[in-house]
């Protein structure tokens, strides 16, 4: 399984953009999606996740009501729509597939990042 990230960029604070993850592979549909971030200097951080099984997703409280993350099996990607963006979000975004949850280690496979930068 390969995933492929895309859709930062640069984007003025209040903006938003929207990730892109596109996976290879048949297990698309049976795994979790999740989102994590590293910013400069400081430690990875799990953004967001969506399960597999019924669909639910969760996210960290400091993106909770900014973010919202889906899957879309029929196009084996999965999306991460950013609102209201802060400079806090720049970091580097990164996908994973595997079973779910908000470590790292939850899952089997991650995709290289996209850098999203928020700045004025």
């Known amino acids: 399984v390969q995933l492929q990230a895309s859709g930062g960029g640069l984007v003025q604070p209040g903006g938003s953009l929207r990730l892109s993850c596109v996976a290879s592979g048949d297990i698309f549909r049976f795994s979790a999606m999740g989102w994590f971030r590293q910013a400069p200097g400081k430690e990875r951080e799990w953004v967001s996740y969506?399960?597999?099984?019924?669909?639910?997703?969760y996210y960290a409280d400091s993106v909770k009501g900014r973010f919202t993350i889906s899957k879309d099996n029929s196009r084996n990607t999965a999306y991460l729509q950013m609102n209201s963006l802060k400079s806090e979000d720049t970091a580097v975004y990164c996908c994973?597939?595997?079973?779910?949850?908000?470590?790292?280690?939850?899952?089997?496979?991650w995709g290289q990042g996209t850098l999203v930068t928020v700045s004025s």
């Open positions: 994973a597939a595997g079973p779910g949850g908000s470590e790292w280690s939850d899952y089997d496979y």
């Open positions: 969506v399960s597999s099984s019924d669909g639910k997703s």
